[in-house]
């Protein structure tokens, strides 16, 4: 898997970018980004069941199609294996399939192209609600932080907030954020996609909690790499 840079500079301007949002509202911009949100190692071990699954229905749909695979390795058309012999060839067979799948599927890459969307987006909003809680949830006087988060390999995205921002949006608020980020990121720039996205929720948060004189900073304004 391709791995996405992001530099120093990069760093910078996404600090700047939470800052000028934070400057017009009592809101809290909590950005993080990682490569994976999972390894997906029960993908791999779902595929590799499938197929063994797969070779024992082949052999009891067409069971004359593994004695004559028994009899090509061990002595051509004549030998009449037992039944016992060919229990024995299906079990080896069945479990070199499984192990090859398994070796195959090590490849992230592959093992990421072969997990369905729906799981992918489970794990990402789960890391998502996860990172939340240890970084943004409760954290604020007024309860309105937000975690932008972004996972690269999937490329997907989510936005989690504190209560009282929950309170007054839906999850289509965020909809033109998400498509933002997920855009650049999909070109290849993902600070370009945070910026976008953080500007996005900064106008959101302006709207229903334009910022105070008692104010204060209470989160850093960083992108955190995980």
């Known amino acids: 898997m391709v791995s996405v840079r992001i530099t120093e500079a990069d760093h910078q301007r996404v600090s700047g970018a939470i800052a000028a949002a934070e400057a017009k509202s009592d ?14 190692h029960d993908v791999a071990l779902h595929w590799a069941v499938a197929v063994l699954i797969a070779v ?8 004359m199609a593994l004695q004559w695979g028994y009899s090509q390795l061990f002595g051509g058309w004549g030998v009449e294996p037992g039944l016992g012999a060919l229990l024995f060839f299906l079990m080896v067979l069945a479990v070199l399939k499984f192990t090859v799948v398994l070796l195959v599927l090590r490849y992230m890459q592959l093992r990421l192209t072969l997990t369905p969307a729906a799981t992918k987006q489970r794990r990402v909003r789960r890391r998502a ?6 970084a943004a949830e409760r954290r604020t006087v007024g309860r309105t932080g937000i975690l932008i988060y972004l996972s690269l390999g999937e490329h997907r995205a989510e936005i989690v907030a504190d209560e009282a ?7 289509e608020t965020w909809g033109e954020a998400m498509a933002a980020l997920v855009a650049e990121v ?39 790499e995980l």
């Open 27 to 40: 809101g809290e911009i909590v950005t993080m980004v990682t490569e994976l949100s999972d390894s997906y």
């Open 56 to 63: 024992l229905a082949w052999t009891a749909a067409f069971p």
């Open 129 to 134: 609600i996860s990172m939340f809680k240890a």
């Open 165 to 171: 921002i929950h309170d007054v949006t839906t999850p």
């Open 186 to 224: 999909k070109e290849g720039r993902p600070a370009d996609g945070m910026i976008a996205a953080i500007g996005l929720v900064g106008e959101v948060l302006a709207e229903h909690f334009p910022r105070s004189s008692t104010d204060t900073n209470e989160i850093p304004d960083k992108l955190i």
